[in-house]
């Protein structure tokens, strides 16, 4: 089953401009998870922000976490050609069940 | 750091055969979650292998059964192929139960025919 609703399920923008994905999900979390894939490889893990954190940056990314509304967002800022991938938000469900749940993912095409 | 590696990275099987993928987890790495990924969604989650041991399982049927060895490497064994598990399968790898996230191979792409 997916518990992560991801929004937009595709953008397209210019070099240079901001990103911004969202992410919705359903149960009691330990942290949520980021990752880009490109053209249907392996998934390479971006950023992890845990259940009492609400804030996290790396690089040109930022995501945010409210629990209370059960939501996230990814914002690439300046971005590049090469972000041009998929991008999948990943729950942690509480209780350590060593599941991760993905949602269906957000397409991002970048034009140079 | 070596990665996550799968093997082989492409497979054609017939319908009701069985197929074995193998996956070596990163260096420092005890734990292996396999995953299956249908053209246009997200993953879904298979099983987690911690220490050897079944950490966690999804809603897989039995045919799908798994496999981690003393160096953390790790096997999927998927028997009585059908057509619908043609699929990207990704393996996984963490320390302690993902608690630091996970490290994903480039992943095995089935076709079942």
């Known amino acids: 089953s997916q518990q992560g609703e991801e929004d937009p399920q595709a953008l397209s923008i210019q070099e240079g401009e901001n990103a911004t994905m969202n992410c919705s999900y359903k149960t009691s979390i330990n942290n949520l998870q980021w990752y880009r894939q490109n053209s249907g490889r392996g998934l390479v893990h971006l950023i992890l922000?845990?259940?009492?954190?609400r804030e996290k940056h790396s690089g040109r990314l930022r995501v945010t976490l409210d629990t209370s509304k059960k939501s996230s967002s990814l914002l690439i800022t300046a971005s590049r050609a090469a972000d041009t991938a998929s991008y999948f938000c990943?729950?942690?469900?509480?209780?350590?069940?060593?599941?991760?749940?993905f949602g269906q993912g957000t397409t991002l095409q970048v034009k140079p | 750091e070596t990665g996550v590696t799968q093997s082989p990275t492409h497979l054609i099987k017939t319908r009701g055969q069985q197929v074995t993928l193998r996956c070596s987890s990163q260096?420092?790495?005890?734990?292996v979650s396999w995953y299956q990924q249908a053209l246009g969604q997200g993953p879904q989650f298979i099983f987690q292998y911690y220490r050897e041991e079944e950490n966690g399982r999804g809603n897989f049927p039995p045919r799908f059964s798994g496999l981690q060895f003393p160096n953390y490497s790790s096997e999927l064994n998927v028997n009585a192929l059908e057509l619908d598990d043609s699929a990207l399968y990704l393996c996984a790898s963490s320390r302690d139960r993902g608690y630091y996230g996970y490290t994903f191979g480039s992943g095995t792409r089935l076709t079942v025919v």
């Open positions: 990943a729950t942690d469900e509480s209780g350590n069940t060593g599941k991760l749940i």
């Open positions: 922000i845990r259940s009492n954190e």
């Open positions: 260096s420092g790495h005890n734990t």
